[in-house]
């Protein structure tokens, strides 16, 4: 993934990656008070070689030491030092056990050796230290470099003492903090990743065109209140959303399909994307640009025409198919634009053959005499054969795309079966995308949409009335 993904990640589960973040300094706040604080003292030790005060001498003894000395650092955690520390100090533990609590280093290219004891205690911990060092340097004198003519040939020299210490070493509330708070934040964006990459959803326009090479002929904005403003040009032409199926109608108009009077099919992959709304608002919307449109109704198996519209949808296309009544008695103008709907009419029981009949083919060449567009609302293409059906009739078919409800899956399932069939899909319509937020450029916020056609034809009749009054 990209950079800019990443970005779109973080935005879209900050609220998620925030409460893991949350949780992770408290939980590793809580875990500082949890643990049983640990301090710890060191003493330090100098180890030197006797000699006679030569230069030679001095420096064969200093050569000496410092080779020695990385053997002692692995004696002082041995049972022949700690021992008799844990015997003296009267420790509920053996040796191997002390041994967890002692550590000895010698810096490079040094004699000293560092002995650091832990403990829950700080007291303890200073005794440890200090009994250690001690029977370490009884050690070395006895067992490992024993006198010699009445003197050890090596000295070990206590240079710094064991201190009880004031603070403990462990918890350190800070780092502790600091850990919880990058675990926290990994865990939450590891999580949105995840959720990401398991998401089959489209969400983006980049999802589709990794999916098709299909052009993006409308992106329609979703709004909470879509079902009570069915016909938002109508309703409300002023609004973003209204302006969205305006910019559709736009991008339909400039593609060449070369057909002065073209006959759409708009379909969906599954049922609540959008497809209907979608067909209704540009059918509107190609009307108010002056142009001549009937829609009619595909969906003879769940018609909703007449609910939108508030329409009769007692007689329609079905009566026209099987004969029952002529196309100019079942035609309903909608508003005052050359807007004409053509309802499903009765629900028959063999929709699709309906659909590819001969009578359906007729029906269609004759609303193309009379109207400048014919948009067919088609069902969903995964859910039944109609639309598939339909679009071997139409000039181009429109897929509606739901942004976080269709799949990927579902979209290219759906276009596979179109394409197979030789329906021509001439773009892709994605709907339900949430506003901008504001301060973002936004729709509306230039004045886009702001007047319909009948307003400004309005305008320009009240201009020319007023300039003959004038004269």
Known sequence: MELREYLLILRKYWVLIVVTTVVGLAAGLGLSFLMTPEYQSKTQLYVSVRSDGSTGDLMQGANYSRQIVN???????????????????????????????????????SALINITASSSEPEQAAKIAETVGESFKNVVLTQLEPEANGASPV??????????????????ILVNLALGLLIGLAVGYGIAILRTVLDRRIHTTEDIE?????????????????????????????????????????????????????VFVISSSTPAEGKSTTALNLAATLAQSGSSVVIVEGDLRLPTFAKYL??????????????????????????????????????????????????????????????????????????????????????GLLMVVATGTTTKTELNDALQTLETAGSNVVGIVATMIPQKKPGRYSYGEYGYGAKTVEEIAGEQKSSAGKGGHAK
């Open 210 to 262: 990794q999916i098709t090479d299909k052009p993006l002929l409308g992106e329609i904005i979703d709004d909470p209140e879509a079902e009570k403003n069915r016909i938002v040009v109508a309703s409300k032409p002023r609004s973003p959303r209204a302006e969205t199926f305006r910019a559709l109608r736009t991008n339909l108009q400039f593609l060449n399909i070369g057909s002065k009077k073209p």
């Open 71 to 109: 053997s002692y650092v692995t004696v002082v955690s041995s049972s022949a030092v700690l021992d008799p520390v844990v015997e003296e100090l009267g420790l509920d533990m053996t040796s191997s056990q002390l041994a967890n609590y002692v550590t000895a280093s010698s810096p490079s290219d």
């Open 310 to 395: 508030d329409i009769e949808g007692g007689a329609g296309l079905t009566d026209v198919l099987i004969g029952r009544a002529e196309l100019a008695d079942v035609l309903q103008r909608w508003g005052r634009d050359p807007f004409y709907v053509l309802p499903a009419g009765r629900i028959p029981p063999n929709p699709s053959e309906l659909l590819g009949s001969t009578e359906m083919e007729e029906t269609l060449n004759t609303l193309k005499e009379q109207f400048d567009y014919v948009i067919i609302d088609a069902p969903p293409v995964l859910a039944v054969t109609d639309a598939v059906v339909l679009g071997k009739w139409a000039t």
């Open 155 to 172: 000295s070990l020299t206590t240079t710094q003492d064991a201190l009880v210490p004031k603070s403990p070493v462990s918890p350190n």
